[in-house]
């Protein structure tokens, strides 16, 4: 017997490393455990899951412990003659109730955790959340911001195929180029939805998953407690850069957040005087294929790739029927409107980037067409001229 | 033997209506679709072996976790089990063989054409499916590359060839069991086979109209799954699992089957509470329906379907449970040995526990918010999957191999393969408990350093795992060819069944030309 003792008191010292190496994870940052979060909810998360793994887990153990009790105990050279029995009606009932009652124990807290993380009404402030190939954009309903956020780790430090990758920072594939702002202390409602496939926007600190779904918008909601920095992914399968689309949002204290937000406001009223400005004057060959350049980089070379051959389902672009048969007007109206898999940039792009964009490529990669694009004609056609 | 001759050769394989050979072509078929599809694992542990893109573009990442997926659920598992159920199932209920047995051969030789189609997609430009095995629309219709088309009809073939085997199945033991056999005596294969098939016959079709919906979404302007044409996109993930959920149990009921074998066989005991066996397999089965969307949580439901999907969900370990505990019950006071089979059972029995254990956590909606689409869900189907549907099957070769071949196996190299293989497949799936939880999102081909340590050891596990199964085909080969000796009628000291007791190693060409009296 002492055998058995020794093999089962390791059992008990391997599952209760197993949980403590769970409790014990660092809470803020745990790289083995959920985290709890920064709000109510994701705290009531945290404890529901922490109840579940101690109780399943006991279950589990129990279910081992008979096994190699079974397997040390019964083998054919301690119990040569095997016991004939094939049901006992007690004990069938015994293990069909106790899993009910445990079952039926942990609903219970499940229930109402999932009434309230569904219940998004009476909301302070509402932040519209749009996925799109590959980056994020966020539309404050109250106070009219709007950008764009995307990755900002540089290329440099994830393409490794040539192994001369640059050195990696904290934050690697977690960084982003512009952070969603929000006050703490308010229930923020979001609405979440996407323009093309369906993306999944997951901030692990506050317990909000919700998928974007193209044609339809979902709600859900955070209240933080706490300042600080937070960072989430996109969780749904949304295409080749899936895995690069992350999610920063920064809690500031209120009179911080109306900070920021004046600060946003004057900067696009900057940013509007500065593109109606570009948008007047007449750009020689070389601002527009210098600036196009930038912007195709920035843009368009996640999938039409910047030597503009193209990838899989993207098109190439170099030589391409749009881009140097076609009038510069069709083209430029395809770039504004998008097409099937290919995104809209009349709203994202200002008039003076679509013009460049679009000069560039028509004179890129030996499109020699010689055609350039004013930002002026760019407004005309947005205007359906 | 009479009229035991039969074409040799090529021709032999390809016009055979016996049942053994076809069981044998499925279970090579599936060998091979299980080596295909583990080159693929190979090829995204390659890749997540650390943070930064070494070897794929994120496509083609995209094109492997899809094609790894879709080649291990319909080429490796499914076939698997129709193969051992063509095997075993005419032996088990005292058959002469199948009840359709041209049907059954145009079932199997469907399979190579529509894995055919698909694999060919991998060589078309535009690349092949990389939309994930659950082809999620818009990602799938307006966005897949064109090889997609080729994706739909594949699924189609394998859909008619599952349905048929199905059928073939179902008409074999209804008509064809020994006089005498009635359903409650029937060996537990054979009623996890006879539920399996019903499901089968009963989603499949969903599969197919699913895909036939994505063909003309994509080619004929409707717009089921496109918001812009007054379509969901949400709907095809009803659609989806509502075939996808009762294949999870199309992957494992057979070897639950399996297992009610082989821990009684070692055991030297019958099983513990077979009609408690049989009625929890039905409610598994029927409970398979009803709770699809448990898969879909983050899709916005009304708070009253995740209500239910929630509470539905966790009923069905009530009957796993019972399952499990009845085979831990079989053990007590038997009298065991631990041969290769029995130890892959016990495996089973072990592992697959751990995977429950974390589908009574992925079921809890709340919570399921934070583990839905990580790493989590990763090592959660894995574990059922892996040691659940693969080792159930690698137990039942072992089992039966003596019995299909005459000859027995080494059991040297056939417990090496076992340790080899357990100690693989935690070192592969355990460590993804832990980055899932820690924030690590499902498909991605690369990922921050804190994932870094996880990552390797689950790279690393998953080479050894392969190379493992190289190991299980050297096994195969020398026993085919000899192995260790001729084995007994009886193979096994406490075997029981018809195909042991009454049919001598190997088993004859036709099982049994005169039904045995089953008391
Ligand atoms: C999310 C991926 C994506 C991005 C980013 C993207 N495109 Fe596209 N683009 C596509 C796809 C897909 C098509 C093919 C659309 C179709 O024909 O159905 C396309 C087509 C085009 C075409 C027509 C090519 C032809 O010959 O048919 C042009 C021109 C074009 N894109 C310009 C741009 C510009 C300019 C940008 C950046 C401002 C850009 N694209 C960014 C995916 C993208
Ligand atoms: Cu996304």
């Known amino acids: 017997m002492s055998l058995l003792k020794k093999v089962m008191s390791g059992l008990v010292l391997f599952v209760s490393m197993i949980m403590g190496s769970l409790w014990a994870a660092e809470p803020e940052y745990s790289t083995l455990n959920l985290r709890p979060g920064v709000t109510d909810n994701s705290q009531l998360v945290y404890d529901l899951h922490m109840e579940v793994v101690v109780i399943m887990f006991a279950v589990a153990a129990l279910v081992f412990a008979a096994i190699l009790f079974a397997v040390i105990r019964f083998r054919k050279s301690k119990n040569p003659n095997p016991a004939k029995f094939s049901h006992s009606t007690t004990l069938e009932i015994i293990w069909t109730v106790v899993p009910m009652l445990i079952l039926i124990y942990l609903t219970k807290p499940a229930i109402s955790l999932l009434l309230d993380m569904e219940d998004t ?39 490794d195929y040539e192994r001369n990758a640059a050195e990696k920072g904290e934050n690697y594939l977690l960084e982003v180029d512009n952070e969603v702002v929000l006050p703490i202390g308010k229930k923020i409602r979001f609405l979440i939805t996407a323009d093309d496939v369906i993306h999944s926007w997951w901030v692990p600190d506050f317990a909000v998953k919700m998928d974007a779904i193209p044609g339809f918008v979902n709600e859900t909601w955070a209240k933080i407690n706490e300042p600080g920095i937070y960072r989430g992914v996109c969780a749904e399968l949304c295409g080749r850069l899936h895995g690069f689309m992350p999610i920063v949002v920064r809690a500031v204290p209120q009179a911080e957040y109306d900070q920021w937000v004046e600060k946003k406001l004057a900067e696009k009223a900057e940013a509007e005087r500065l593109a109606a400005e570009a948008a007047a004057r007449s750009w020689s060959m070389e601002d527009l294929m210098a600036q196009g350049k930038e912007v195709y980089e920035a843009k368009c070379a996640v999938c039409h790739q910047s030597n503009g051959e193209g990838l899989g389902t993207f098109p190439a672009l170099k030589g391409s029927k749009v881009a140097t048969v076609d009038s510069a007007d069709d083209h430029a109206r395809l770039v504004i409107l998008g097409l099937n898999a290919m995104p809209k940039f009349g709203e994202e792009l200002s008039d003076a980037d679509l013009a460049a964009v679009v000069t560039y490529e028509r004179n890129a990669w030996g499109n020699d067409t010689g055609d350039t694009v004013q930002p002026g004609r760019i407004a005309e056609l947005k205007a359906g001229k | 033997m009479a009229h035991d001759h039969h074409p040799t050769g090529l021709s032999r394989w390809l016009f055979t209506t016996n049942h053994k050979d076809i069981g044998t072509m499925y279970l090579w078929f599936s060998f091979i679709m299980f080596l295909i599809g583990g080159l693929m694992a190979l090829g995204i542990r390659l890749e997540l072996f ?163 919906m994505m063909l003309t979404d994509r080619h004929f302007g409707t717009s089921f799954f496109d918001a812009a044409g007054g379509g969901d996109p949400v709907m095809f993930q009803h659609i989806f699992w509502f075939f996808g959920h009762p294949e999870v149990y199309i992957m494992i009921l057979p070897a639950f089957g399996i297992a009610s074998h082989i821990i009684p066989a070692f055991s030297r005991k019958p099983l513990f509470g077979y009609s408690s066996m049989v009625y929890a397999t039905a409610s598994i089965a029927f409970l398979s329906f009803i709770v699809w969307a448990h898969h879909m949580f983050t899709v916005g439901m009304p708070v009253a379907g995740e209500l239910y999907f929630m509470i539905a969900t966790m009923i069905i370990a009530v009957p796993t449970g019972v399952k499990i505990f009845n085979w831990v019950a079989t053990m007590w006071r038997g009298s065991l040995t631990f041969e290769t089979p029995m130890l892959f059972a016990l495996a089973f029995v072990v592992l697959f526990t751990l995977g429950g254990v974390s589908g009574v956590m992925l079921a809890m909606t709340p919570v399921d918010k934070q583990y839905h689409d990580t790493y989590f869900v990763v090592a959660h189907f894995h574990y059922v999957l892996f040691p659940g549907a693969i080792f159930g099957t690698i137990a039942a070769v072992y089992y039966w191999l003596p019995k299909w071949t005459g000859n027995m196996y080494s059991e040297f190299w056939g417990k090496i393969h076992f340790w080899f293989s357990i100690i693989a497949v935690n070192l592969t799936f355990f460590p993804m408990h832990f980055s899932g939880l820690a924030g690590m999102q499902r498909r991605v081909p690369d990922y921050n350093m804190m994932f870094e340590g996880f990552n390797q050891m689950s790279s690393i596990g998953a080479f050894m795992l392969g190379f493992g199964q190289i190991i299980f085909l050297g096994v195969l080969i020398h026993c085919i060819k000899g192995g260790k000796g001729k084995a007994t009628d009886k193979v096994w000291e406490g075997a029981e069944g018809l195909e042991f007791t009454h049919l001598p190693s190997p088993a004859p060409y036709h099982s049994f030309e005169q039904s045995p009296e089953v008391k």
């Open chain 1, 121 to 159: 009404s009476k909301a302070d402030m509402t932040v519209q959340v749009t996925g799109i190939q590959w980056k994020w954009k966020y539309k404050y309903l109250d106070s009219d911001i709007e950008f764009i956020s995307s990755l900002s780790t540089p290329a440099e430090q994830y393409n």
């Open chain 2, 50 to 212: 650390q943070p930064g893109l070494q070897f794929w573009d994120p496509n083609f990442f995209n094109t492997l976790t899809t094609m790894h997926g879709l080649i291990m659920v319909f080429g490796a598992v499914m076939p698997a089990f129709v193969g051992l159920a063509n095997w075993l199932i005419p032996m088990q209920i005292g058959a002469p063989d199948m009840a359709l047995p041209r049907m059954n051969n145009w079932s199997f030789w469907i399979l190579p054409f529509a894995f055919g189609l698909l694999l060919s997609s991998l060589f078309m430009e535009g690349g092949a499916p990389n939309f994930g095995w659950t082809f999620y629309a818009p990602l799938s219709t307006k966005f897949g590359p064109p090889s997609t088309d080729f994706f739909i009809f594949g699924v189609h073939l394998m859909g008619i060839s599952s349905i048929m085997g199905a059928i073939n199945v179902i008409v074999t033991v209804f008509n064809m069991r020994a006089p005498g056999m009635t359903l409650m005596k029937m060996p537990m294969f054979v009623w996890t086979w006879v539920i399996t098939a019903f499901l089968l016959i009963m989603v499949m079709p969903v599969l197919a109209g699913a895909v036939t």
